[in-house]
C-alpha cells in the first residue's frame, strides 16, 4: 500500500519542529520501520530541509524578514553556490567540549549577540586580543567605504584588513592571516539557560578585490569559549586557544576573484559549561598552493584588497518547554 | 596572526583533515539528517563526531573513502545523542536507527542532485513564499515577527512554510524522476 504522503509529512515536518506528540512519533517510527518508501521520503523530506537552510544562509536576505531586497544586492549574491557550504571544525580542548551533554528540547530560544555592519562605530583597534568587551581590535585594519569598485555586503561601509601583523606584535612565528576580534560577555544568557544546551553560531561576509593568481585565500570566523574569570590582558592569540574551553572555526572556502560576489563563512559552538565570554574573529587567510611553504613567506603579510561585513552572532538555549525567556538581546 | 589550529597535530594533517571534512560536510550532515531528523542535532552530533575523527584521523588511510570512515563516528555519536536523550519522545528505537543509517549510506549519493533539483525548484516560488521560507530558516522566532507584521496569525504562516516545504518536496521527486515540475 502507497504510504499517505501528506500524513508523513506532516509526522516529519512535526518530528523536525519538536512538535510531535507521543502517538504520532509512534505512527511515524511504525512507517519508517515497516516501509521502504516511508523511508525514502523521508530521506527525501531531510535534504529538502538541509537544502533550504543552506539556501536561506547562503542568501543575501540576512534580514530576511525584510519585505523586498534591494534587487542590486541579490544580484551581487547571485555568485552564491548552494552547496559551498562550509565546514565547521571544533578543535580545541576536547575534553572540555565533551562535558556537557545533550538536553532534550521542545522550544529553542534565540537572541541576537551581535549584528556588526561597520556602519557605525570606533573604528577597529590595531592592538590584538582586545581585552575587554564590545570593542573590534586585532590586525590592522580600516573602515571604508566602496573600494576600487568594490561595495559592502549591506549597508555603506565594511572592514578592510591591511596587514596580517598589530601594533607591536612579538609572537615569533610568521603570519599570514589578518583577524578582527571581538569579546563578548554571554553571563546573562547563560544564566537564563539553566543547564540548558547553549548553542552559538557565528558568520560573515568576505570578499576580496582581483588577486594575482598566485596567491589564494580563505575566509574565516572563530568562537573561543572562555572561562568567565579569564583575563585577557596581555594576551595573544595563541595563549587565548590556551585559555579556551573549546573553539570552533568555519571557512567560506578559497575566496573568488570577482569583486561582484561576497562569500560566508559561518560556525556554531555548544558552549562548555564554565563559559562566561565568547571571543569572535574574523579572518582572512593566506592559502599556501601545493608544494608551496608558507615558511619562505614574510613575517607579516599585506592584504591588497580583502573586505569583511556583516558579522553576525547569536545564540541559542535549546530549552524545554516552560522554561524562561531570554533577556532582550543587545545590539552594540 | 597565527593560524587557528596550530596547537594538536602536525599542520600538514590539520590541512587533509579540514580539506577531506569541508568536502565531505554536506554528506555527512546529510546522513546524520537521514538517521536524526532534526538540522540542529545533525548539526551538534556532527560537531562532536568531528572532534572524534580529528582524535582518530591517524587512523584514516589516505585514498580510502573518507565519507565511509566518516560515517562511523556519526552514527556511534547519533547513538549516543540518542541515549542521553532517552527521555525525548523524539528518540527512535536502535533497530529503526541501524535501518535508517544503512539505508541513508547508499542514498546519500541522490542528495547532490536533489539539491540541485531544490535550487532549481525553490526558484520558481513566488517571492512572498521564498522570503518567508528564508526567514524561517534564518531565524527560529522570525515567523513571528513576519506574522506581527503581516497582521496574521503565526499558525497561518507556519501552516503555509509546511505547504511549500511538501511542494517543494513534490517538485523536487518529479524533477529527479525526469518530469516536468
Not at chain 2, 541513508?104 to 521564498?130: N, S
Request: aromatic share 8%; glycine share 8%.
Amino acid at each position: 500500500m502507497k504510504p499517505d504522503r501528506r500524513r508523513l509529512h506532516h509526522l516529519f515536518c512535526a518530528h523536525g519542529d519538536g512538535s510531535i506528540s507521543p502517538e504520532e512519533h509512534a505512527e511515524l517510527q511504525d512507517s519508517l520501520r515497516n516501509d521502504a518508501e516511508a523511508r525514502r521520503l523521508w530521506f527525501l523530506h531531510q535534504d529538502v530541509d538541509a537544502g533550504l537552510q543552506e539556501l536561506a544562509t547562503n542568501s543575501p536576505l540576512a534580514d530576511a524578514v525584510a519585505p523586498s531586497p534591494h534587487p542590486e544586492t541579490a544580484r551581487r549574491f547571485a555568485g552564491s553556490h548552494l552547496m559551498t557550504a562550509a565546514a565547521a571544525l571544533v578543535l580545541g580542548f576536547f575534553s572540555a567540549s565533551f562535558g556537557f551533554g545533550f538536553a532534550g528540547r521542545s522550544l529553542d530560544r534565540t537572541a541576537t549577540l551581535l549584528h556588526e555592519g561597520f556602519e557605525s562605530g570606533p573604528a577597529p583597534l590595531a592592538t590584538g586580543v582586545p581585552p575587554t568587551p564590545d570593542q573590534w581590535s586585532g590586525d590592522y585594519s580600516e573602515i571604508v567605504r566602496q573600494f576600487d569598485g568594490l561595495r559592502p555586503g549591506e549597508g555603506l561601509r565594511m572592514a578592510r584588513l591591511l596587514r596580517s601583523d598589530y601594533e607591536g606584535r612579538i609572537e615569533p612565528r610568521p603570519s599570514r592571516q589578518g583577524d578582527l576580534m571581538r569579546l563578548i560577555d554571554v553571563r546573562p544568557y547563560l544564566s537564563e539557560a539553566k543547564g540548558a544546551d547553549v548553542v552559538m553560531t557565528l558568520s560573515a561576509l568576505f570578499n576580496a578585490g582581483p588577486l594575482p593568481n598566485s596567491e589564494h585565500y580563505n575566509g574565516m570566523v572563530t568562537i573561543y569559549a572562555l572561562g568567565a574569570e579569564t583575563d585577557l590582558r596581555g594576551a595573544t592569540e595563541d595563549s587565548v586557544k590556551k585559555d579556551a574551553l573549546a573553539f570552533s572555526v568555519g571557512f567560506s572556502g578559497e575566496t573568488d576573484r570577482d569583486p561582484e560576489t561576497w562569500q560566508t563563512a559561518s560556525t556554531r559552538l555548544l558552549l562548555p559549561p564554565g563559559a562566561g565570554k565568547v571571543m569572535v574573529k574574523v579572518s582572512f587567510c593566506r592559502m599556501p598552493l601545493g608544494g608551496q611553504s608558507a615558511s619562505s613567506w614574510p613575517a607579516a603579510h599585506a592584504f591588497t584588497g580583502h573586505f569583511v561585513d556583516e558579522v553576525r552572532a547569536s545564540i541559542r538555549i535549546r530549552e524545554s518547554a516552560g522554561h524562561a525567556s531570554l533577556p532582550s538581546p543587545s545590539r552594540p | 596572526m597565527s593560524d587557528p589550529s596550530s596547537t594538536e597535530p602536525p599542520p600538514e594533517r590539520q590541512a587533509e583533515f579540514v580539506a577531506a571534512l569541508t568536502a565531505s560536510y554536506g554528506k555527512l550532515h546529510g546522513y546524520l539528517m537521514g538517521i536524526l531528523g532534526r538540522r540542529h542535532d545533525a548539526e551538534d552530533v556532527l560537531q562532536r563526531a568531528s572532534v572524534r575523527m580529528w582524535q582518530k584521523f591517524g587512523d584514516f588511510a589516505p585514498g580510502t573513502n573518507f565519507v565511509a570512515w566518516a560515517s562511523t563516528f556519526c552514527f556511534y555519536e547519533a547513538k549516543n545523542f540518542l541515549r542521553l536523550t532517552a527521555r525525548s519522545p523524539l528518540r527512535f528505537d536502535d533497530d529503526l536507527l541501524a535501518t535508517l543509517a544503512g539505508e541513508r549510506l547508499e542514498d546519500l549519493p541522490l542528495r547532490e542532485r536533489r539539491l540541485d533539483a531544490l535550487e532549481a525548484c525553490f526558484a520558481k516560488l513566488e517571492p512572498p513564499d521564498q522570503t518567508l521560507i528564508r526567514a524561517a530558516y534564518l531565524d527560529d522566532d522570525a515567523i513571528n515577527t513576519v506574522a506581527t507584521r503581516m497582521d496574521r496569525a503565526p499558525q497561518t504562516l507556519y501552516n503555509r512554510l509546511y505547504q511549500l516545504r511538501r511542494r517543494l518536496a513534490d517538485c523536487v521527486q518529479r524533477q529527479l524522476s525526469g518530469g516536468i515540475s
